[in-house]
Structure formats: structure tokens, C-alpha cells
């Protein structure tokens, strides 16, 4: 089955410094997406970032990038530069790309805390 | 910037009763779901719907569940009876394609609460 697991439950970051939020996963396809989602209080999910699973390079975002190693299935987010907006869940997604399976699949999410 | 609305806000209803949770998706998409999370767990995949048909759906996705898209913009979960643990956020998300890097855009969610 594929699973997704954010082991952190919540994390903190002082305003401009950098964070790291973790992400495994579990699967037995090669070909697939990750997603990072940004859920703050509005409770709207934003799209963060994406990473290809058959592209080596890692993605970026302007302050956000990713370390996708996907031997070990883990896909990590830096953020950069932490900015008060930043606080909010953050949930890592899988989806595969094969067939007719179109569904993310989630993990439970971290909060992040911005402390000015 | 085109975003899914999604009405109400929140929904209190009785043990027992219909519901119909309402979405508009950005207008040129053609991918339409319907996610949930209990609080405190994980998000999770109800159902998909292409074409006028469901694609895709979880086990959770029973016969109490079904959806529509009646007039080409609505998208519509319903369900017929509600019970307690179906007491959770429901967010409709809509995108241009099914492929899987596709961007899938969220709507704020609907907090249904059954009592």
C-alpha cells in the first residue's frame, strides 16, 4: 500500500531562519508525483511545490525547495528565510502517475510556528 | 485568480438527516474530486469524477455518497444518511487534467459537523 508519513507533528522557526519539514513514503511504482500543500488558518490548500520522481534535480520555489531522494523515499521542504506567513499545516502528498489513479494521497501534516 | 468555492462554510446537521455539500470548480477544469479529513487524522480520497462519471473512488465512498454535477458548474456531494462519524472537513478540488503532476486546486472546505 502507499503511505505517506510526516513524523513531525508540529515545528518551530524563529522569523528568517530556515526550517526543514520531513516526508517519507512508501511505494512500489517509480513513476510519481510529490506535492507539498500549505493549509494555513483560511484552510485553503495551496499548492507549494511539486518534484517529478524521474527528475534528479530538486525543485524550488523562490524561498521553498525540496530534497527528494528517492532510494531512501524521502522528500523534504526548506524554508528559507521564514517568513510570519509561513505559519501553517504542511502536508506532503503522493500521487502516481500510472493508469486511471488520479487521488493524493496525504500524510497527517505538520504545523509550523513562525515566532517573530 | 479562478478558485474553488465551496458552500456553506459549515454545516451542523442531524444524526440521520441529507446533506449536500456544494463546490464550484475553476470553470475550464475538467478533473473534479472530493477529499476529507476527520480532525486529528489524515486527509483522505473520497471520489473522482470525469466526464459525467466517477473515475475513481475510496471504500469510504459507499452507497450513503454520491455526486453530481448538475448544471456544468456546481459539483455536489451528498449524503443521504448522515451519521456521526461522518463528521469532518470536506474539501472539493478541481484541476485541468488527471495526469499526475496536474496541479489540483482546493477549495476552503466545508466543516460538516452531525449531531
Known amino acids: 500500500a502507499q503511505t505517506v508519513t510526516q513524523s513531525q507533528p508540529e515545528m518551530s522557526v524563529q522569523e528568517a531562519e530556515t526550517v526543514t519539514l520531513s516526508c517519507t513514503y512508501d511505494t512500489s511504482e517509480s513513476d510519481y508525483y510529490l506535492f507539498w500543500y500549505k493549509q494555513p488558518p483560511s484552510r485553503q490548500m495551496i499548492l507549494v511545490i511539486r518534484q517529478e520522481a524521474y527528475k534528479q534535480q530538486n525543485a524550488t520555489e523562490n524561498r521553498f525547495s525540496v530534497n527528494f531522494q528517492k532510494a531512501a523515499k524521502s522528500f523534504s521542504l526548506k524554508i528559507s528565510d521564514s517568513q510570519l506567513g509561513d505559519a501553517a499545516m504542511y502536508f506532503c502528498?503522493?500521487?502516481?502517475?500510472?493508469?486511471?489513479?488520479?487521488?493524493?494521497?496525504w500524510g497527517l501534516g505538520t504545523s509550523l510556528a513562525v515566532n517573530p | 485568480e479562478p478558485e474553488v468555492t465551496q458552500t456553506p462554510s459549515h454545516q451542523v446537521t442531524q444524526m440521520g438527516q441529507e446533506v449536500i455539500l456544494r463546490c464550484v470548480p475553476i470553470s475550464n477544469h475538467l478533473y473534479f474530486y472530493w477529499y476529507r479529513q476527520i480532525l486529528g487524522q489524515k486527509v483522505e480520497f473520497l471520489v473522482s469524477f470525469y466526464n459525467n462519471e466517477i473515475s475513481e473512488k475510496s471504500e469510504i465512498f459507499d452507497d450513503q455518497f454520491s455526486v453530481e454535477r448538475p448544471d456544468g458548474s456546481n459539483f455536489t456531494l451528498k449524503i443521504r444518511s448522515t451519521k456521526l462519524e461522518d463528521s469532518a472537513m470536506y474539501f472539493c478540488?478541481?484541476?485541468?487534467?488527471?495526469?499526475?503532476?496536474?496541479?489540483?486546486?482546493f477549495g476552503q472546505g466545508t466543516r460538516l459537523t452531525v449531531v
Open positions: 502528498a503522493y500521487r502516481p502517475n500510472a493508469g486511471n489513479n488520479r487521488k493524493l494521497i
Open positions: 478540488a478541481s484541476s485541468l487534467q488527471g495526469q499526475g503532476g496536474t496541479e489540483a486546486f
